[in-house]
């Protein structure tokens, strides 16, 4: 559950102050698949650092789970990307001299999880890896290392997963078996927040935000409460 | 995370640059190597000099001609000390035990066909126990036989082992530079020295050498021992007024004699060896100090091409803390390793110096626990810096360096 109320972003560049996130309000129930979309420059990236406790709001108020984020030490906040956000990045940003089991078993290492080899197993078969666990990310293709990517994200069965243009790296069929993995874990009960600007990406989400100069264009929830 | 998993990844990461740790880890291993065989040296040295103290008693002061100079180097004229000085200090100051005038010389020993080169010592009768010389066979020279000037010798380890074999000489007669003496004992072995062998040399009966063999009417040392070390300055100033009275020398005139104590004797040279040992231990800190320089010019280095790596962890969940303590193990890592291949190379070098230079080397565990301990501390001071500054990344650009 996620619940975003007024949420800002103010930067200074040159010394002139930069609104990256203009005021911006929503709510993600559990389960949920929502897609963000929106140009460069939109504000979606600087929304996926908010909402993954990356960085921390000029003003307004982020609640995960009922926890309110701003109140959170450095520690804190290591803790709660720990064990309730899983990150999919475009570019895998996976550790080149460690294995795919390895990768996938990091967060585990950083909670302190027992049994954290079996459960990185686990994670690397939901993603379909399991008989690659052994290799090296230089050594998997592009769908394989972002597929172990999916596998950390999820191995600390988190509250969230974020992803930030998890197919933009890839070819349009492996671009899609990823987000049939995607679409899989949210029939498992995931939530899922997509960035993307890539309209037949968002088609997989149940939910859409536009975003444009820092604000919500549209929010496909909202429309159809109306 | 467990320190054994931070320990794996800090192992890989320096397998994954073997060249550049091993770059990293030598200017620690110079460092260490010469603390531990700098120290080893000087060690050595110290030891020897304690050995000496032990060889040659500490309750003896030493009475020499001339004036004294800062580096014992006596000048001026070297005959104002007499046997008569020598009876004078016997018989006036109290509180000493026994009183031995040298006189000494290189002589040519012969035996049969057997030549040896080695020292002759004229001294007084009280001079082989002073000296700790213990007898090994016969007995030392009387009163009487010192008075009376005859020729007869007492001879060292080295000397019987050179001249006869190791067989028992007392009896024989034994050419000094061509005069016949009769060995009436010899001295169990002392040892060798490193800068001269205490057995290689004979002695006669002051007089006799005096008269007999150099043709000199001075002494050039008197060992006098004291009863107890407490009276030692005492007995100095005692010593320095009566010669002063027998040499006629008048207020204001400066002493032709000098007085001293072996064992500030051994003091000075052990100072000497001490200051040496500074200078050597002062280099090699040097040297480990730049090696930790090094060690710190390569952690950050390797956090700058990490910084993605770094941004990663973050994103997971590692800790600030995490961070951090993963750059310093690595750091101590390489300090640690270096200090132990260089701990290896230094005893080694020590060896090495001991014999093939010949020098007295002493490795002691508290030089290797020291130098490994300031190995680690200098990975830690020279890595917490490298390591605070990758635990403080922002993520969102650490994961968007390339």
Redesign the interface.
Known sequence: MIEVENLSKIYQLGGQEVAALNGISFQIPKGEFVAIMGQSGSGKSTLM?LL?C??LPSSGSYHLDDIDVRTLS??QL??V???RIG?V?QSF???P??SALENTE??L????TSNSESKAREALAKVGLDARAHHKPNELSGGERQRVAIA?AIV?NPSIILADEPTGNLDSKTGEEIMDIFSKLNREGATLILVTHEQHVAQYASRVIHMQDGMILSDSARESQC | MLIWDLFKISLRSLRANKLRTFLTMLGIIIGVASVISMISLGEGARQQTLSTIAKFGTNIITVKPGEQKSRHVSSGKVETLTLKDAYAIRDYVPNITGVAAQAYQNGQLKFGNKNSNSTVRGTGKDYGWMANFKMAEGRFYTEEEVRTARKVCVLGATVVKNLFDGANPVGKTLKVNGGNYLVIGTTAAKGALSWFDPDDQIFIPITTAQKRLFGIKHVQSIDVQVKNMDDIETIKQDIESLLRRRHNLRQGKKNDFYVQNSAEWLNSWGQAAKTFQFLLGGIATISLLVGGIGIMNIMLVSVTERTREIGIRIAIGAKKREIRKQFLIESILISFLGGSIGIGLGVLISRAASQIGGLDTAVSLQSILLAFGFSVAIGIFFGLYPATKASNLNPIDALRYE
Do not use: K, V
């Open positions: 650092n993954g990356l960085d450095s520690d290591a803790e990307r720990n064990r990150f990045f940003n996976l550790l001299r460690s990091l967060p290492l950083y909670s302190g950390r600390n």
